[in-house]
């Protein structure tokens, strides 16, 4: 491909990103669309009169001062008053209107991010939730900043475009100046902000990871705050910012040196259009009205183009983030997930999950009918929340068939809330009507003593596993899968909890992952998965805990 080939196919690229840049707030907005149109176009009249009417008003203006047509002048100064009153009302009225749809759009893509959310897998990440707010929360805030954006551009562009229109009313050679500096103006700009940009990209990546160190050594701190290793963790830290605030450095020096030279630039540029539109007077044999409007007009072109110029690069990262949520929120959750099968069986055919570092488990077969007990044990690592994600309707990495019966209910490890109640998060949860007293009655059984007033937050690591318990036990269900639910509780408490688990889900399918291998007897099939190549199936008697 020439090189004249790729500049043409840069500028298709650059058109679609703004044209997408354009679209997507309405195409998101919905019936709120049809408001973006019309403060957009209250924006092209407020624009437009700053760029035709106010040149045009001053050359009247000077042209009557300068034919001591006093008259003439104080109305068309009247006219121009108004017009500034009016032009800067209009414009408040427009930023309000703009401020509302800009929080409406991030209220809209949050919502779109959540829906989102139920395609995502199965984790046992702790930062699982703290990825997903920059998904959920950062990019759709600043993706809400396209109204605002868009605004900015459309302004400068139709600005640019109507002050050349009018520059050509007052005479066609007018133009020629124009074209000079304004291929100065691009020049200079794009010059000396490519550096800036460079070392701002750089601070991002260095400041993203800086972060994330910062964050692992945050969650490590526990361990060592009683040592005098402490010291040494701290000053790991601060090691990690140093290239960070090095570079930040660079970028502020760069922003400043970026700003001296576009001041310098624009107070040459000001000499120069004074020097155009004076040439252009003289030589055309205009008014002294047409030499101040031809100044107002050049300062306005090249004062567009620095602007665009300005947001060229906000332009590619805003049409990134674009595609990036556009692709987020295209991803839809497997639809076993959302299908209620009437028949209960948990039916497995040639099934062998892919676990990392080449290792799987499986194949095997299994055909598990209301009733019956599976129980997966292994070691941390060895693959059961994988297994369990994948029995849930997950996309996990499997092959073969596999067949599950809905709907499930899941109790997590480690279990985390929402911000509430227990009884709102039961009511929200439920998926019949709640019956408050059966629940009583099983977060009793399961040594749950606290009230369902309570907001769970403070509560230890054992009473928010038994309220796991007790959530994925309160709405009933064709299959049960529980990930580790007796981790972290006394031993004479394991045994009440599986009792309470078995006994409530004896009409559907129930599987437990879980350590503790000495209740296997309490399964009518076990999943060793420290075996991936070689699955031992054990079919044992089903026995209750005494």
Request: hydrophobic share 40%; proline share 6%; glycine share 8%.
């Given at each position: 491909m020439s090189d004249n080939s790729r500049h043409v196919t840069r500028k298709f690229r650059m058109l679609e990103a703004y044209l997408e840049c354009l679209r997507f707030p309405a195409r998101n907005l919905r019936g709120r669309a049809n408001l973006l149109r019309r403060l957009m176009w209250l924006n092209g009249v407020t624009v437009a009169f700053w760029a035709l009417l106010d040149p045009f008003?001053?050359?009247?203006?000077?042209?009557?001062?300068?034919?001591?047509?006093?008259?003439?002048?104080?109305?068309?100064?009247?006219?121009?008053?108004?017009?500034?009153?009016?032009?800067?009302?209009?414009?408040?009225?427009?930023?309000?209107?703009?401020?509302?749809?800009?929080?409406?759009?991030?209220?809209?893509?949050?919502?779109?991010s959540l829906a989102a959310l139920y395609a995502e897998r199965i984790t046992r990440n702790k930062r699982a939730g703290a990825k997903l707010i920059n998904r959920v929360h950062g990019e759709s805030s600043q993706l809400a900043e396209l109204v605002m954006f868009n605004k900015a551009m459309s302004s400068s562009?139709?600005?640019?475009?109507?002050?050349?229109?009018?520059?050509?009313?007052?005479?066609?050679i007018s133009l020629i100046p124009v074209v000079v500096l304004a291929g100065a103006v691009v020049a200079i700009t794009s010059s000396v902000f490519r550096s800036s940009q460079t070392d701002a990209r750089l601070q991002e990546r260095l400041r993203s990871?800086?972060?994330?160190?910062?964050?692992?050594?945050?969650?490590?701190?526990?361990?060592?705050?009683?040592?005098?290793?402490?010291?040494?963790?701290?000053?790991?830290?601060?090691?990690?910012?140093?290239?960070?605030?090095?570079v930040n450095l660079r970028w502020e020096f760069g922003k400043s040196r970026v700003a001296r030279n576009v001041r310098i630039m624009m107070s040459v540029m000001s000499i120069f259009i004074l020097m155009a539109a004076a040439l252009v007077v003289v030589y055309q044999h205009l008014s002294l009205g047409s030499f101040f409007a031809l100044t107002a007009s050049y300062w306005r072109v090249m004062s567009a183009l620095r602007e665009i110029?300005?947001?060229?690069?906000?332009?590619?990262?805003?049409?990134?983030?674009?595609?990036?949520?556009?692709?987020?929120?295209?991803?839809?959750?497997?639809?076993?997930?959302?299908?209620?099968?009437?028949?209960?069986?948990?039916?497995?055919?040639?099934?062998?999950?892919?676990?990392?570092?080449?290792?799987?488990?499986?194949?095997?077969?299994?055909?598990?009918?209301?009733?019956?007990?599976l129980g997966v044990i292994g070691s941390n690592g060895s693959g059961k929340t994988s297994l369990l994600a994948a029995?849930?309707?997950?996309?996990?990495?499997?092959?073969?068939?596999?067949?599950?019966?809905?709907?499930?209910?899941?109790?997590?490890?480690?279990?985390?809330?929402?911000?509430?109640?227990?009884?709102?998060?039961?009511?929200?949860?439920?998926?019949?009507?709640?019956?408050?007293?059966?629940?009583?009655?099983?977060?009793?059984?399961?040594?749950?003593?606290?009230?369902?007033?309570?907001?769970?937050?403070?509560?230890?690591?054992?009473?928010?596993?038994?309220?796991?318990?007790?959530?994925?036990?309160?709405?009933?269900?064709?299959?049960?899968?529980?990930?580790?639910?007796?981790?972290?509780?006394?031993?004479?408490?394991?045994?009440?909890?599986?009792?309470?688990i078995l006994d409530e889900t004896r009409n559907a399918v129930c599987v437990v992952a879980m350590h503790e291998q000495e209740f296997t007897s309490c399964f009518s099939q076990v999943i060793d998965m420290c075996q991936p190549h070689l699955v031992q199936l054990s079919v044992l008697a089903s026995l209750r805990i005494k």
């Open positions: 008003l001053q050359k009247r203006v000077i042209d009557n001062l300068e034919a001591v047509n006093l008259r003439g002048f104080f109305g068309f100064l009247g006219l121009m008053l108004g017009g500034y009153i009016l032009s800067h009302w209009v414009d408040w009225i427009n930023a309000t209107g703009m401020a509302r749809l800009r929080n409406l759009l991030g209220k809209i893509l949050i919502d779109r562009i139709i600005s640019g475009i109507l002050s050349l229109v009018f520059c050509a009313w007052l005479s066609p990871s800086a972060m994330s160190n910062l964050s692992i050594n945050l969650d490590a701190i526990p361990l060592f705050s009683i040592y005098r290793i402490l010291g040494k963790v701290r000053r790991s830290v601060q090691r990690g910012f140093a290239p960070y605030f090095k110029s300005d947001q060229l690069p906000n332009l590619a990262s805003n049409y990134g983030r674009i595609r990036r949520f556009d692709s987020f929120c295209r991803r839809s959750p497997d639809q076993r997930r959302l299908v209620d099968k009437k028949v209960g069986v948990l039916q497995l055919d040639d099934f062998q999950l892919m676990l990392g570092g080449g290792r799987h488990v499986g194949p095997f077969h299994l055909n598990l009918r209301p009733g019956a007990r029995l849930a309707g997950e996309q996990a990495d499997y092959t073969g068939r596999i067949d599950c019966p809905r709907p499930v209910s899941i109790a997590l490890s480690p279990p985390s809330f929402p911000n509430m109640s227990v009884l709102d998060l039961l009511k929200m949860d439920a998926r019949t009507l709640l019956d408050t007293e059966r629940i009583q009655q099983l977060a009793l059984q399961l040594g749950l003593r606290k009230s369902l007033e309570e907001n769970p937050s403070p509560w230890s690591d054992g009473e928010k596993r038994r309220l796991g318990i007790l959530l994925a036990l309160s709405k009933p269900a064709r299959l049960y899968v529980f990930d580790e639910p007796l981790s972290g509780v006394d031993q004479e408490s394991k045994s009440q909890l599986l009792k309470v």
